[in-house]
């Protein structure tokens, strides 16, 4: 088919009568499919349910140097989980703290702890008339929900296929020492599924802040989240490369077993520099006793070690890798060559991001809904909601049945069609107006 | 035996020879006794091993309303558990959010957030000059270790045997609007074991604070912790009497598994007045996506309902029962009539607190710690660790085995009555000089 953008107002006027009866059809059904948020499906949850065989009532709950899991006491976590997320995050174990149950709640805890007591005897941020922070875009919103609830003030900062713009971070974060940090996630990205190229990493290692204060929130949400056995993005480790580049304090690295085990019932870890976990020993004593053990026991005699785990997630791979080329290859049937709009076709993580004619992002989700298919809302992935394109929309392809996801994702190319049509219909319009 | 403070200089030089023969014969064992923190014992885990046996792989991990346990979601906790811990907390379950395993860690972020963001939209604790907690005392040393680290101004008030001296919390809570809060431990309290009377509940319940943000932190960590079937303390519910006080918004209410099932691995909750929760959910839905909810299911499916925790809590009892009543009968039969201390009896809770000769508990305790008894630090009850008549030392008997206990109380009246000498020697002496 010829491309939209180079069709006349007839011709698009012509092909907007077809779609617009095709999705009253598919309005009729009355359909409710979810695509809202990157939750894993039943299936992928099924492949943890023997984590709860591990332990009955006659397992011994101790741990190798002693530790009875069942009592108080363990404030870093136990041992063994310390060297199975070692090996998770690239880190040594004495490098890791074990926390509860979600690496969002240990970052929002750490935004809250420097808010009020500050980095590392730097002035807490609370005191401070203004703190910044960089967000690359499209991005988390659930980060951005952090900083925006502590009244942080987010500047964008373009992604490119390797990263964040490397020239812009550099500049910022040298001039301006009310920039305070930048949220990162650096492998399989949400939403685009990017990594970081080694050249990006090694930029962030060597940042040079104005602020002393200045912290990477590194999540490396899905280290482990590959979806094919060989064709894998490789990313550097941070700490390491840090430490290598006189900057070992820069960066806090958090990581989860949320979508390995079960989201909201895994285990949470940040990977830090022996400076920073000092710090946030600091307010960890007063905060809690210790973390759940016995859940930490329970997550490392089901993996036993490493290879356990990425065996494991190799059965996560076979269960979403259909869904997301199932994606793709909607996207490419229906719209590929049009001119509106481009996606990615990550090799991991758990999104893929459309990018839609600028303008057209807001219609697009609004049209889908009203067909029964909810997507992410557009805008959420730029801080404050605002998307000043209007045309980043985030696809979580993992929770529907792959029948349910062709099905949503084929309202969702055809509402991608309607909605570009319109708008280049209005531009055309607006341009014969000017004439 | 004639009391030591009716004895001559002679009696007790000549007391205090034979006491030391005794000590020097028991350092020489080297003996290791830990008596410092209230931690459940062996047995008493060994109470919840079965909640390892409720679920398995076959389970269903579905909640009555449909969520599936295993996934994110649920922000205030799953049904069936705000049910449970509603029956534990005599509140509704509608008032009740369920957090993760620590009930400190709640308070310990309600105190931040309030730091940073304010009681229902009053001015954030960080941005006024000065905020000050009342602390009853002596009290729990971790309450005061929270409110330390943020800076927060104590302020002692004295125990009586039905609670805080309310004619004190009155007077100063209306007249300075600096003072925000008190912590509480109103049943079982930490480290007296004794509850507040109905008189005291229905005061706190009417309290007219000069602060429209002060709240009362009521922290009913031994609400089921009864030593007895029959003869139990009985707490006023808080929240109803406040709401029939017109105070709805008064109290903040935790409470936790912590010792009921396993420290650590069990699951916190907190019930307040629908403003509050309102607020709390400001925060919440930025801080986590939901706790661990099958943890939650975990409990709900062990206990089944509240009469199965009560009679899990009786199990409790029949364990400890006899180590409270051996301290009790140890320090009856070494101290009695000799006028050098004091100590309470309680109904419950995990605490005895042995009141010595001002001027003796830190000797005393040091003492203890030379023949290899680690007590708690004297002190610690006291905000800054200051415990101005240098008197209060915690007993806690639920951890070591009952010969253990027997051993190390002997050892501790041991060190009670030298130290007493010593104290009553120098003051005979101090006379003479003076004289």
Redesign the interface.
Known sequence: MKPYTEMTADELRGELLELKTQYKKVQALGMQLDMS?G??C?EQ?DL???M??V?????DLTCEDGT??????QLTGIQEARELLGDMMENNPKDIIIY???S??VM??TI??V???GVMGNT?W??LPEVKFLCPVPGYD?HF??TE??GIKMIPVPMTPTGPDMDIVEKLVSEDETIKGIWCVPKYSNPQGISYSDETVRRFARLEPAAPDFRIFWDNAYGMHHLYDHHQDHLIEILAECKRAGNPDLVYKFASTSKIT????GIAAIATSPNNMEDFLT?LR??????????QLRHVRFFKDIHGMVEHMRKHADIIRPKFEAVEQILKDDLEGLGIGQWTCPLGGYFILFDSMPGCAKDIVARAKKAGVTMTGAGATWPYGNDPHDSNIRIAPTYPCLSDLETAMKIFTLCVRISSIKKLLEEKHNVEAEV
Chains 1, 2 share one sequence.
């Open positions: 948020r939750k894993p039943q949850l943890s349910m023997c709860m065989d332990m009955n009532s006659a397992s009875d899991c069942r009592n108080y006491g509860g149950n979600s969002l709640n929002f805890d809250s702890r808010w009020t007591h807490p609370c005191q659930r929900s952090i609830y502590f079960f989201p909201g019932s307010y007063h905060q809690t006793i210790g973390h759940d053990k016995v859940n």
